[in-house]
């Protein structure tokens, strides 16, 4: 269970190419279909830069979060671009997600918080 949720989530739900577009960010899958995910769909994203941590990790973590279905693992790097271009395109900030806080928690707060951009 340990290696499959492993490969599941560095593996299968990380894609292996990420091209930021003018309308949204198509995500191209190692294993499954590529994800066109309009500026709309994204409520927000994470990013924890682990040059700090007691763990090294090259590229630190990174992750963007959909309005629906489960989040997209990618690098921290990928994941700082994606919010710049994102205030850029839409002129507001892209909710960012915290490392104490819960998937519920964060979902709830920046649905929130786009509902008052709308």
Do not use: C, H
């Amino acid at each position: 269970m340990l290696l499959f949720g492993i490969f599941y989530r560095e593996y299968y739900i990380r894609p292996k190419m990420v091209e930021i577009l003018d309308d949204g960010i198509l995500l191209r899958m190692r294993y499954s279909e590529d994800v066109m995910m309009e500026w709309g769909d994204i409520i927000g994203y994470f990013a924890y830069d682990e040059a700090d941590a007691w763990i090294k990790v090259k590229d630190g973590s990174g992750a963007l979060i959909p309005r629906r279905g489960p989040g997209y693992n990618v690098t921290f790097r990928i994941a700082m671009a994606v919010a710049s271009k994102y205030s850029e395109i839409k002129g507001e900030d892209l909710p960012r997600m915290e490392l104490n806080e819960g998937d519920k928690k964060f979902r709830k707060r920046a649905l929130k918080i786009r509902n008052r951009y709308s």
